[in-house]
């Protein structure tokens, strides 16, 4: 414990603490020189391209790709052009820039993933420089060329190419740049000697930074911080000078003595930290600036590359890892010498506590005299989050523990997340493993992000034991573990489809919300159809299995399974899937295996193909339907001729499909549709497409008579409807000796009531009487009501001696002109209710 | 606004408001100003969801309805159109792409209704203008919140999809709807069903539960048994006339998503000195909804109790005016004062619905409506059902509606379980005759689905169903109804009786009849998360959602609403349907007519 303070440094106000993370588990013979190499943030992996600048094919670079810790993920020869720079994406891809431009994307085990080119461009004026930068869009490209032009992606998964405007005076490369998101838009900053320009989209702006040392020439060096934020330059008279990345603010100047030109330089800033500082990086010499003029230098034996974080500088070398940052507040307050802030009494006290010893008392009464239990707590559990060494972190967490006990109503939940948090941490910076996150740098990454780097490092059951441990939702946590590691799984090509098929099933068997789709995809893009197939069976999702069956080829399952979603566009689309895929033959036979598939491409080809539609009928020999599909077509028919010889063609289908009432009837049509032209033709009325009835009504009204009663006889129209449709068309005409003479001809099936209602409908009184003595008894009243005769009406009622009747009489006498008749009327109800 | 969708047992609101939250974030995706490109079939269903002012606020400044050739100009960034997925619409929708104004580009979206179709996407880049589209979504309407205790799906053609055409896509999107309101209102645990389409719906929604394992709601359930009925199992009850209020306007007026237009003569303002000179030509536009209260009062009575309701409605208006002259003190005053508008909102109302009911009347006095009225019952009572009926053959003679004919006839099909060979040709050949042969596909589709059907060897079963389930009931109670008979004043609605049974004494007291009805019967049960099992007060409802696929009645409705309100019933009524129908749209749309569509 008393060495906690050992590796701090002072810088003005801070100190500055250097942490061994890991002794590198690599044997590189010659460390780092001469290597191109690229580390990933967030304690990610490192990537090693020895002897890039060799061209010759007999002695091919080597690409070494190793965790943190120096772990070996991989190893191959490289075998494509010139690397110009390595890089990670932030899902932990290795980016490789090479000299024409083309981008290779390779996984963490070093496994081609895919290929993309900046653009014709930059491939035809080559790569001078690049540099690979993290927005919040994704991981992003830029390129300077040999034309002397900046091109940039901001996006590798989502490419869109900008070519941003040209610097004025560049003749070379720049002396420095670097690239910085801000206001949503990625922009390049460049340094041409003193000058310095901000490239956006459209244009190129001269800035200068406020309070730049004037006996600066040129500036050398440059780097952005972390969060964008805050701008570092190095000038070629050794002073750096250190601002806001807008430019509009001036945070610091440093002389750091040294005017050669520096290896690396980097932000080494916590959040909430107390000063900005950066680290520049000589040969063999570490120097950190701050506000003050003092620095801190380290020397360091060995060739060395600095990887900005968060929250301070990682620096690798050949045979060690370790983090550079300013101590953060917690810490300092318990550890620093002499210290009295409540955390450092607490600690003190729980020593004590350890001795049993009765200072702790008194330490303890020191705190809580001044109130400040609560705090010392929080310090602890705070700076144990800070301190690398499990040993720091439980003594750390024992004192906060300790002083709780003295607390009521303290909310626990700070100190219960801080020891997951560490549990989890400590397992992962564990050398296995090698992710060397700080608290912060977790916090930041989220738990899910964590989850992801190690199921991209296929440490499955790491991944799940964390989800398990931080009870993160199945859906999110153990579930997602175990679909990736099921689509890895897939991939073991030693293994057999069945036990690879059952030992997935096994392990997901639980595990809510799998997408056995996905892993099935992923079998089959390793040529595994067979195990795609079983492992497509597990998915409860049957609409997710169809675009795979359909790309698979298995297009009778696809069909089967569309039809159980129960969706039918699914359905759809695989039908017309087939229908271009298969010949005909096979598509028909197929949709006939599958009703619900046929009846709904019935309804497709209804619309959209009636051809189709005649040929799956003919197929299937549905001679009703065939009748009906000709019926239907024969209206679209212009010509008459045409349009019998379609109805002819529904006869014989209707024949076939013994459906004797729809044949009879479509030959009534035809033979209608004949007579109705003839008499077209000779009459010159226009009667086609009239319905039987129309037509007689037609000729009655302009007095074919005739012609009317031989369709009548012709086609074995009832009496009865012959009768109420002569009368009404003569009715209609207002022709009432035709009428009368109808009506003489013989006895009406319709009785006499309906011609007298038809005269008064058509407002001829005196024509209507004539039929009211023809009315039936039963229908007198109604007869004589309906000329309007009240007294006739009321000499039936009473005659009848029907008692509704003559109150139906009673309803319609008016009581100022019937007086006499309503008397009339009354007595007879009288006796005929008596009876 | 949607107040008449939060007096139910369920607040069917917490629906209407996720669909205008969906409806808001789509439209908010085409940032700028908008012009929506409306498939005009949709434009009722979404005036059920959101108002044009709600587009308005969400920078909608022009709609035009979908049609060929080119959008209209307007000055707006984006064009999105609002589609069912249907390929005849894609075509439309491409040739407006297709000749957009290539200098003056516009951004296009589409907004599929209820859901996106690859076939409609494959044909849209056959077409070659897939990729003109900024945005294709879907929204997601399946149930719409029609009124308090009902949910239609808006969906006209369902019936004949689902029986005639064997397509059963809006069972697809019934499903899908129950999922939507599971997550919206706790699993249901209990699902009942009748008939092929409802064992369809069923096992889609316990598939959907499988899949979507593992995001389980958290939701305490709302309704405790969900009763899936196909309405091929209830032919007869739609071919009826309904005889509520509310069923009535629907069968003269027809009331199309909430909306009912009614002839102008009625309701002209009686201004004086003008004497009704300029009567109003345009139809006169009601929305028709429980959050009128005087509506909601009258619209399930049977309509000879109407008249009573709507005078002593009167008298406690015009007593409520009086008032005024009670009112001594500046308190009293301002008290009256406060009241006015809702007492001149309640005369309006009444002044509208006694309206409507003269309009009513003038037609259910009439001679014709009552001849055809006693046919009705004659058949539902089963008399003469089996031979050629002269008041159906006199209609056809003098040429009466052919849906009126079809209604009969079929209805005395239904009644009989088929009809002789002999009876049934001779009245198709009488149609075929009097209203033209083009009507032969109209009459094979009414076989299909089986409301025409010769009678086959088997017995005639629909006495049997007729007394064991009461359909009819001698003493129907028009003024105070004692039994759901009172909805078509004698015939208890089948539909309704099976419900009502299933709620007590169940289902296993009438096997031999649900024997007799088409369809599988079923039960199923899905399991609720533990600690969501509901603990039912004594004396508590259950609460029960009925789904009709291939749509209801109002009379139905009104039917299912008695039940609710029956003291000891113990059980209340939520009613879900594919469309709410009557006879002759019902009728309508399972007629093919080979002349339309004719170029």
Known sequence: MAFVTANWNPLGEAFYRKIELYEMGWNLKDGLRECLVAAAPYGGPIALLKGHNRRSPSARPQLEIYSSSGVPLASFTWKSGVVKQLGWTVSDDLLCVQEDGTVLVYDLFGGFKRHFSMGNEVSQSQVLETKIFHSPYGTGVAIFTGALRFTLATNIDDIKLRRLPEVPGLQGAPTCWAVLTQDRQSKVLVANGSHLFVLDNTACTHVTPPGLSPQATSIVHMCVSFSYKYLALLTDSGHVWMGTSNLKEKLSEVDTKIKSSPKQMAWCRRPKSQQPSAVVMWDGLLVVVGECNETIQYHLDDDSILVPELDGVRIISGTHHELLQEVPGACEEIFKIASMAPGALLLEAHKEYEKESQKADEYLREIK???????????????????????????????????????????????????????????????????????????????????????????????????????????????????????????????????????????????????????????????????????????????????????????????????????????????????????????????????????????????????????????????????????????????????????????????????????????????????????????????????????????????????AEQLYKDFRVPDKRFWWLKLKALAVKEDWEELEKFAKSKKSPIGYLPFVEVCIKHHNKPEAKKYVSKVTPEQKVKAHLAVGDMEGAAEAAIERRNESEISTVLSRCSTTTDQLLMERLNRAKATVAKK | ????????????????????????????????????????????????????????????????????????????????????????????????????????????????????????????????????????????????????????????????????????????????????????????????????????????????????????????????????????????????????????????????????????????????????????????????????????????????????????????????????????????????????????????????????????????????????????????????????????????????????????????????????????????????????????????????????????????????????LKLWMEDANEQNPNDISYVYSGYAPLSVRLTQVLARPGWRSIEEVLKMLPGPHFEERQQVPTGLHKKRQPGENRTTLVFFLGGVTYAEIAALRFLSHMEDSGTEYIIATTKLINGTSWIKSLMDNPEENLP
């Not at chain 1, 020891?419 to 296995?432: K, S």
């Not at chain 1, 319905?691 to 007689?696: C, D, G, N, Q």
């Open chain 1, 369 to 707: 005299e001044q109130s400040l239990l609560s705090e010392a707590v929080r310090q602890c559990v705070e700076a144990a989050g800070h301190e690398y060494e499990p040993e720091t972190q439980k003594t750390l967490l024992r004192a906060a523990s300790f002083g709780k006990c003295f607390l009521s109503n303290f909310p626990p939940e700070q100190f219960v997340i801080m020891c997951r948090d560490l549990r989890v941490l400590n397992a992962v910076r564990d050398f296995t493993v090698g992710i060397p996150l700080t608290h912060t740098q977790f916090k930041q990454m989220t738990v899910q992000v964590l989850i992801d780097r190690l199921v991209y490092r296929k440490l499955y059951p790491l991944a799940i034991e964390i989800c398990r441990y931080l009870k993160t939702p199945e859906y999110q946590g153990v579930s997602r573990v175990l679909k990736h590691w099921a689509c890895y799984k897939v991939q073991q090509k030693e293994e057999s489809d069945e036990i690879i098929a059952k030992t997935v099933s096994v392990k997901l068997a639980d595990a809510a919300g799998i997408s056995y789709s996905e892993i099935a995809t992923k079998a089959y893009e390793s040529g595994r159809t067979e195990l795609a197939i079983k492992l497509l069976e597990f998915e409860p999702r049957s609409g997710e299995q169809v675009p795979l069956l359909l790309k698979m080829k298995k297009s009778p399952l696809a069909l089967s399974k569309a039809i159980e979603s129960g969706d039918t566009d699914l359905v759809y689309t695989v039908v017309m899937y087939l229908k271009n895929e298969l010949n005909r033959g096979d598509f028909f036979m197929m949709l006939r295996n599958q009703p619900v598939a046929l009846s709904l491409y019935k309804q497709f080809c209804k619309h959209q193909e009636q051809d189709t539609l005649k040929d799956l009928f003919n197929q299937d020999d549905d001679h009703e339907e065939l009748g009906n599909f000709y019926v239907k077509s024969s209206y679209k028919e212009q010509r008459l001729e045409a349009r019998i010889a379609l109805l002819q063609s529904a006869v014989d289908e209707y024949y076939k499909a013994k459906n004797e009432f729809s044949a009879k009837t479509t030959e009534d049509e035809m033979r209608l549709l004949r007579f109705q032209r003839k008499l077209e033709e000779e009459k010159g009325e226009t009667l086609v497409g009239f319905s039987l009835h129309e037509t007689m009504t037609t000729l009655l009204s302009v007095g074919l008579h005739k012609h």
């Open chain 2, 1 to 468: 606004m949607a107040s008449h969708l939060y007096c139910g047992r369920v607040n069917l609101n917490i629906l209407r408001e996720a669909a205008r939250k969906d409806l808001r974030e789509f439209l908010d995706k085409c940032s700028g100003s908008k012009a929506i490109v409306w498939d005009e079939y949709l434009t009722g269903p979404f005036g059920l969801i959101a108002q044009y002012s709600l587009l308005k606020e969400h920078e909608v400044e022009k709609m035009f309805t979908l049609k060929g050739g080119r959008i209209p100009s307007a000055a707006v960034k984006n064009i999105v159109f609002f589609v069912r997925p249907r390929l005849e619409l894609m075509d439309i929708i491409a040739e407006n792409v297709a000749s957009e104004d290539k200098l003056q580009p516009r951004e296009f979206h589409i907004l599929f209704v209820p859901r996106r179709s690859l076939l409609c996407e494959q044909r849209l880049k056959e077409k070659g203008v897939l990729n003109s589209f900024t945005n294709i979504d879907e929204y997601i309407l399946d149930l719409i919140p029609y009124d308090g205790d009902l949910l239609s799906m808006e969906s006209e053609s369902s019936f004949r999809e689902c029986y005639l055409e064997n397509d059963q896509t809006s069972l697809y999107h019934a499903a899908k709807g129950l999922m939507t309101l599971q997550a919206l209102y706790g699993t249901i645990p209990q699902i009942f069903g009748k008939g092929e389409c409802a064992r369809h719906v069923a096992n889609m929604m316990l598939r959907m539960k499988r899949e979507f394992a593992g995001s389980h709601t958290q939701i305490l359930p709302v309704f405790d048994t969900l009763l899936l009925l196909d309405r091929n199992v209830d032919l007869l009850t739609p071919l009826a006339t309904q005889l509520t209020y509310e069923g009535l306007i629907d069968e003269i007026f027809s009331i199309t998503n909430g909306y009912v237009k009614l002839p102008p003569e009625k309701f002209a303002q009686k201004k004086q000195g003008e004497g009704g000179k300029d009567l109003p030509t345009e139809a006169k536009k009601l929305q028709l909804n429980s959050a009128e209260e005087l509506y909601a009062e009258i619209r399930d009575k049977n309509f000879n109790a109407v008249g009573a309701a709507l005078s002593k409605k009167a008298k406690i208006i015009s007593a409520a005016f009086e008032e005024r002259h009670n009112a001594k003190t500046v308190g009293e005053i301002k008290q009256f004062v406060s009241q006015l508008p809702h007492m001149q909102a309640a005369r309006s109302s009444l002044a509208n619905h006694t309206s409507i009911a003269e309009l009513i009347k003038d037609i259910t006095t009439s001679e014709e409506f009552f001849d055809s009225l006693t046919v009705e019952q004659e058949f539902m009572t089963g008399v003469d059902t089996d031979k050629v009926s002269t008041y159906i053959e006199d209609c056809i003679a003098q040429k009466d509606p052919l849906i009126k004919i079809l209604r009969l006839v079929c209805m005395q099909s239904v009644c009989n379980n088929g009809l002789k060979q002999k009876v049934l040709d001779y009245y198709k050949k009488e149609i075929l005759q009097t209203y033209g042969y083009k009507h032969i596909l109209t009459l094979k589709n009414l076989e299909k689905v089986g409301l025409l059907k010769p009678q086959s060897t088997m017995r005639n079963n629909y006495p049997t169903i007729r007394k064991t």
